[in-house]
């Protein structure tokens, strides 16, 4: 089975300039997850979709952060303008939401650079 | 307050011994998860133990065991015959709320070198 895919690998932008970032999650999975990971830190949850639905974006900075998730399935992000704080992996994850192991698995992650 | 802790900003230990990765958690959730993810310098995050908070034994998947000490909320990984490959960033994780708006919260890490 195809494994979390996320577009681009790496990106490097200027302060107040936009960008957004793509994931298609494993096929019939319901549960979609964004997370900012600084370097040297934990990922931190920024939105948790349940198929079209926002579960929780209360980390979400939502004066520049949004996201969406068309008809359940891939999601974007994206940031605007962006700051040099913003300078993180973003990782995608996904869940089945189903019984069993509640695992989230992860994309490579999309690489921000900030300058 | 922190909701996952993990007070080993690095370790090291000597391949083909065992290692103990140190979490505890702050929940007042009856019904919580516990998990354990592996980041190597690659940076893809790797799934490798889960732990119910309802589950009477301890997790355990091939070399991975979840030390689950529900009364002092606690969730230590213990790694056993140490590889040079298990050389990687171990995160904590819990899984906390109902089904619809579950939660989950990362603890900020632990760095563990294996030594040939």
């Known amino acids: 089975e195809a494994g979390v895919a996320q577009s681009p690998r790496y990106k490097i932008i200027e302060k107040r300039q936009s960008v957004a970032f793509w994931c298609n999650p494993i096929s019939g999975h319901a549960t979609l997850y964004w997370y900012q990971q600084i370097l040297g830190q934990g990922p931190k949850l920024l939105i948790q979709f349940q198929n079209n639905g926002v579960v929780d974006d209360s980390q979400l900075p939502k004066d520049r952060f949004s996201a969406e998730r068309l008809k359940g399935v891939d999601s974007t992000l994206k940031i605007q303008p962006a700051k040099l704080e913003d300078s993180a992996v973003y990782l995608c994850?996904?869940?089945?939401?189903?019984?069993?192991?509640?695992?989230?698995?992860f994309g490579p992650g999309t690489r921000l650079t900030v300058l | 307050a922190q909701k996952i802790t993990q007070t080993q900003p690095g370790m090291f230990v000597q391949e083909k011994e065992a290692v103990t990765l140190d979490c505890t958690y702050d929940?007042?959730?009856?019904?919580?998860?516990l998990f354990w993810y592996k980041q190597p310098s690659s940076g893809e995050m790797i799934f490798l133990i889960y732990q119910g908070s309802y589950d009477q034994q301890n997790a355990t998947e091939g070399r991975y065991s979840l030390n689950f000490q529900k009364a002092r909320k606690s969730a230590n990984l213990v790694i056993s015959a140490s590889q040079l490959g298990d050389s990687a960033m171990y995160f904590c994780?819990?899984?906390?709320?109902?089904?619809?708006?579950?939660?989950?919260?990362f603890g900020a890490g632990t760095r563990l070198f294996v030594k040939a």
């Open positions: 994850a996904s869940s089945s939401g189903g019984t069993g192991t509640p695992e989230q698995f």
């Open positions: 929940t007042s959730d009856p019904s919580y998860g």
């Open positions: 994780a819990m899984r906390e709320g109902e089904a619809g708006g579950f939660k989950t919260i």
